[in-house]
């Protein structure tokens, strides 16, 4: 056995180490944010698990119901959602929660009222579940005025007021990208270990890419700027290369390119 080997592995950056490191920079911090997310990344392996195991668990398939934005849930939907919110809730830090999968927000009870607002997908492209194409959970955190008097102004700050976002990839691999406004970070989590690993530090979206995405079935809809873009992409007059069209048709998968 290579001791020395397995006594390197426990230096990795985990996602937990990386939380406490952030909370060190600000002292005032009593750990409530950090408790918070370690009950997203806990979401995020219970879905990870379950979208390995969709076929076997017959999980793919409809669950006859349609969530707020008149799309049918599909069965693993529906989980992730009560995976998620349930987990959020026993969390203690939350206040309000706003699903796509959800009508109405969820105000959280008093004994287990925080100071936190979550808006989360659950399961972001899940109708590509049969397909085999990577899907995900998008999520943002903000942070409440007055956690005995919410509101649904609360949700509705800008996206500036935001002090996390993130989203995890379900795919070959399992992918958790996270902003806590000191740069971006990418964890992949290792399923030996169960945890989430720091592989991609510090990730930044290149000032000019070379690739697009785009739904091209609606360009008959699109503004004259929009066409003109798309068309440049296509046919640079600078005589550079075209650039690549990547269209998967899902937030997480495409972001994902870009980053």
């Not at 799309?71 to 830090?93: I, W």
């Amino acid at each position: 056995m290579d001791h020395a080997a397995d006594a390197q592995r426990t230096d990795l950056m985990t996602i937990t180490r990386h939380a406490l490191n952030e909370q060190g920079r600000h002292p005032e911090s009593r750990g409530d944010f950090t408790i918070l997310l370690s009950h997203i990344v806990l979401g995020c392996k219970f879905v990870a698990s379950a979208v390995n195991k969709a076929g076997l668990a017959k999980l793919i398939g409809l669950a006859g119901e349609t969530n707020v934005q008149g799309e049918e849930q599909k069965k693993l939907d529906v989980l992730s959602n009560e995976v998620f919110v349930k987990a959020l809730v026993s969390s203690g830090r939350t206040c309000v929660l706003v699903s796509e999968e959800n009508e109405a927000a969820i105000f959280v009870d008093a004994p287990l009222r925080g100071k936190y607002c979550v808006c989360f997908d659950p399961l972001d492209g899940s109708s590509n579940i049969d397909c085999g194409v990577s899907i995900g959970t998008i999520f943002g955190i903000y942070m409440i005025k007055d956690k005995d008097n919410a509101t649904l102004e609360d949700v509705l700050q800008p996206g500036t007021n935001m002090i996390a976002a993130g989203y995890c990839m379900y795919g070959s691999s399992c992918t958790l990208v996270l902003s806590t406004g000191n740069g971006v970070n990418g964890f992949t989590l290792d399923p030996s270990l169960g945890e989430f690993i720091l592989t991609h530090p510090n990730i930044k979206i290149p000032n000019k890419g070379k690739i697009y995405s785009v739904n091209e079935g609606n360009a008959r809809n699109w503004d004259a700027p929009t066409a003109k873009y798309v068309e440049r992409c296509k046919f640079p007059q600078d005589g550079s290369s075209p650039k690549s069209l990547r269209y998967i048709g899902r937030s997480v998968s495409v972001f994902q390119l870009f980053v």
